[in-house]
Structures are given as C-alpha cells and as structure tokens.
C-alpha cells in the first residue's frame, strides 16, 4: 500500500525530460477515513476534489510548444486520492511531448489520471474567474481569544438547537500542514448548512485549531465535514476549502450531504 511517505514528497527528485505516467503517485483514502470513523463503503458524503493547473505545456507536431490551463475534478468516491508533487512531476513530463491536438492531450490526462485515482476524473481546458469577496458571510472579524492551534478540537463546535437558519460561514484562515514535509497549507473555507444556528465564534476556534495539524487537504475537509456533522447535527451540510496554489497547482475539495448539488466551477478564490 502507498504511504505518503513513499512519495517523492520531501525528496530531492530530477527534472522529467521525458513522458511519464508512473511519475503519478497515489494514496489509498481508506487509512485516513478509518481514522476519521468513516466507513469506506457508506460514506456520510458526496463531492469531488478539483484541482487547477496553471503549468500545462506540451509540443504541437511540428515541435512548437503549446500552453494551456486546465481543470481537473476527482470524484471523492475514487479509492485513491493523487499527491500533489507527483502530479506536478507528472504535468511537467509532458513539457517535451508531441502531439497532435489539445484535445489528444485531453484525453491522455483523462486516461493517466482515472488510472492513478482509480475513478473516472474529468479534465476541461480553461479556469474558473477570479472573485473578490467570498460567497457567504465572513466571521474572521469576530472579537475571540484563541490559544489552541492542534490538534483540531471537536470541542469548540456547538449549535443552538432553538434556532434554524440556512446560511454559508466563511473564513480565510484555515492553514494546515503537508504530514510528510511540514509545509503549511493555506485555504479558504466555506460551510454551508440549514439546522441549528452553529455557534460562529466556535467554528472559527475550531478551524484555526487545524494550524499545526499536519493531514492532506481532502483530509481535512472531510474531518471538517465529519465534526460538524456530528456537534451540531445540521439538516444537511456543505463545506468547501479552496487552497492556495503551490507548484502551479491548487486543491479544492468539496464535500456535501447526500442530495446537495455540486457547486459549478464558476469562481477561484482571490488568493488562488
């Protein structure tokens, strides 16, 4: 079984020069959910991880180089999650590559990426616009002391049960830790949910509780998923964290109750 610790996360590697598909490295998701509670073949959610690639180049026929940006969503069913490094080792082995059409290029990242995931995953050329303010109602301005940044404290969640609203909370101050190099992670966090009013001043404690917590993106997301589901019992809920780009790439896991719609790709953070 592949660990992140296998991975070229953390090592000195060589520039590809050279297609390679096995460059792609990935991670079974099922030792992380075990640890969360999460049972593998009932999983409380639904959602997809959805990458952006800034650094896509390859050769035309003639051997004139070519660029594109692209979108890349990874259903959160796969059994398999795909390591960042390893996929931008992987992207840059196409720098040197002929062939024929983008669209031939297309179906390649399809191939190669399903295969890593273990999933169909979607590749679309294009990214999605810039957005200046988020789309909910911020509490990083709240006036609270806090003096826990991990691990991540369950605790702090609450909700008043006396009190139903549906409302999106949002919060730039998410920050977490790469479990293999100690790299910090930067994100954006969106919580969307109807039930009892969640105690915000409590969920703001509780995300910068992820500070020194050293977990993968998508993993961090479904602990956040999973906590709240269970402190504040909401009718439905939906959480979202865009991270900020590392290695021409950024990571956008979403995952939602079961029935809830998945958001289309219309917007990135203005961080990302």
Same mark, same amino acid.
């Given at each position: 079984?592949?660990?992140?610790?296998?991975?070229?996360?953390?090592?000195?590697?060589?520039?590809?020069?050279?297609?390679?598909?096995?460059?792609?490295?990935?991670?079974?998701?099922?030792?992380?959910?075990?640890?969360?509670?999460?049972?593998?073949?009932?999983?409380?959610?639904?959602?997809?991880?959805?990458?952006?690639?800034?650094?896509?180049?390859?050769?035309?026929?003639?051997?004139?180089?070519?660029?594109?940006?692209?979108?890349?969503?990874?259903?959160?069913?796969?059994?398999?999650?795909?390591?960042?490094?390893?996929?931008?080792?992987?992207?840059?082995?196409?720098?040197?590559?002929?062939?024929?059409?983008?669209?031939?290029?297309?179906?390649?990242?399809?191939?190669?990426?399903?295969?890593?995931?273990?999933?169909? *995953?979607?590749?679309t050329f294009g990214l999605p616009a810039l957005r200046?303010?988020?789309?909910?109602?911020?509490?990083?301005?709240?006036?609270?002391?806090?003096?826990?940044?991990?691990?991540?404290?369950?605790?702090?969640?609450?909700?008043?049960?006396?009190?139903?609203?549906?409302?999106?909370?949002?919060?730039?101050?998410?920050?977490?830790?790469?479990? *293999?190099?100690?790299?910090?992670?930067?994100?954006?966090?969106?919580?969307?949910?109807?039930?009892?009013?969640?105690?915000?001043?409590?969920?703001?404690?509780?995300?910068?509780?992820?500070?020194?917590?050293?977990?993968?993106?998508?993993?961090?997301?479904?602990?956040?998923?999973?906590?709240?589901?269970?402190?504040?019992?909401?009718?439905?809920?939906?959480?979202?964290a865009r991270y900020t780009?590392?290695?021409?790439?950024?990571?956008?896991?979403?995952?939602?109750?079961?029935?809830?719609?998945?958001?289309?790709?219309?917007?990135?953070?203005?961080?990302?």
């Amino acid at each position: 079984m592949n660990t992140p610790q296998d991975s070229s996360l953390g090592r000195e590697v060589s520039y590809p020069s050279q297609y390679d598909p096995g460059l792609l490295f990935p991670i079974p998701r099922v030792g992380a959910r075990a640890e969360i509670g999460l049972d593998e073949a009932a999983l409380p959610f639904v959602g997809h991880d959805r990458w952006h690639a800034f650094e896509l180049s390859w050769l035309d026929p003639r051997g004139k180089p070519q660029v594109a940006v692209a979108t890349v969503q990874v259903p959160c069913t796969s059994s398999r999650l795909i390591e960042s490094k390893s996929f931008k080792l992987y992207l840059n082995s196409l720098n040197s590559t002929r062939l024929d059409s983008a669209e031939a290029l297309r179906e390649r990242l399809v191939a190669d990426l399903s295969a890593c995931a273990g999933a169909p *995953v979607q590749v679309t050329f294009g990214l999605p616009a810039l957005r200046e303010s988020p789309l909910g109602e911020l509490i990083d301005g709240l006036d609270v002391d806090i003096d826990c940044y991990g691990p991540p404290q369950a605790d702090y969640l609450s909700a008043n049960a006396d009190a139903l609203v549906e409302e999106t909370l949002v919060s730039a101050l998410l920050k977490s830790n790469c479990p *293999v190099t100690g790299q910090p992670d930067w994100a954006t966090v969106s919580v969307r949910y109807r039930g009892p009013q969640i105690d915000r001043a409590g969920l703001l404690r509780y995300l910068v509780s992820y500070r020194e917590h050293a977990e993968f993106h998508e993993q961090c997301v479904e602990r956040i998923f999973s906590e709240v589901s269970a402190r504040c019992r909401p009718q439905w809920l939906e959480v979202e964290a865009r991270y900020t780009r590392r290695g021409g790439l950024d990571i956008n896991p979403w995952r939602a109750s079961h029935g809830i719609a998945a958001p289309a790709a219309t917007y990135r953070e203005l961080r990302q």
